[in-house]
């Protein structure tokens, strides 16, 4: 099998973190998400993480250049030499010719760019379904995981609450800035001629066979 260098790119409750963490596993590649990279350096007290961190203290948003580096030292890394999956990077085509340019100093580039795509409808369904036990923490879905009696968790009986977050006016603004921010990205990848579109909505195993198919595992 050739190195595997993937971008997974999909909107709020597309499955992207799932099919991510199940290909990691699968072709033994880290699964990078910038969110983890970000905590790590801030935790290590690394000059990259500092300098991030001294945006952050202002609630400013880190720089491009900050982040592609921090992107980049995580790249040089050991575990990536047979490849690694990018999850919530790059987010805008300024970073992704950013990254182009560090993987071409690196003599690599991306091979895959695994776009998931799922109806409007069906990602408010998913997100909004969400329900959170104030007391222990719980997490359940009144769809796809409901509680055996509404609105109280199996586990302590404590009341079922929706978070903010999962509100629907909430939902609705996380996919309009997605759609807005990645739109001009999805075009630039298929302009590459790399961008491979798979169907969300199918059950995760058959997502997951859509991904290995197009990631060339069945040749």
């Known amino acids: 099998m050739d190195i595997l260098n993937i971008i997974f790119l999909g909107p709020p409750g597309a499955g992207k973190g799932t099919q991510a963490k ?38 400013l948003l880190v720089p491009d250049e900050i982040v592609v580096a921090i992107v ?21 085509v300024v970073q992704a010719e950013a990254l182009d340019k560090v993987l071409e100093k690196m003599k690599t580039r991306i091979t895959h760019v695994i776009n998931l795509q799922v109806s409007r409808d069906e990602l408010i369904d998913r997100l909004t379904g969400r329900r959170v036990c104030k007391s222990c923490g719980a997490t359940y879905h009144m769809k796809y995981d409901p509680p055996q009696k ?36 999805i075009e630039f990848y298929k302009n590459k001629g790399l961008l491979r579109t798979i169907d969300g909505q199918q059950p995760i195993e058959n997502v997951f066979a859509d991904i290995k198919g197009e990631l060339g595992s069945d040749n």
Request: net charge negative; charged share 35%.
């Open 150 to 185: 509404s609105g109280v968790c199996d586990k302590c009986g404590g009341l079922l609450i929706q978070r903010d977050d999962d509100r629907v006016a909430t939902v609705e603004k996380r996919l309009d800035v997605y759609e807005k921010q990645t739109q001009p990205l």
């Open 72 to 92: 980049e030292d995580r790249l040089k890394q050991p575990d990536c030499k047979q490849g690694f999956i990018l999850d919530g990077f790059p987010r805008t």
């Open 22 to 59: 199940k290909i990691a596993e699968e072709f033994d590649i880290p699964q990078i998400s910038t969110g983890d990279i970000f905590r790590k350096n801030l935790k290590e007290g690394t000059e990259l993480g500092l300098k991030a961190k001294a945006y952050m203290d202002k609630g």
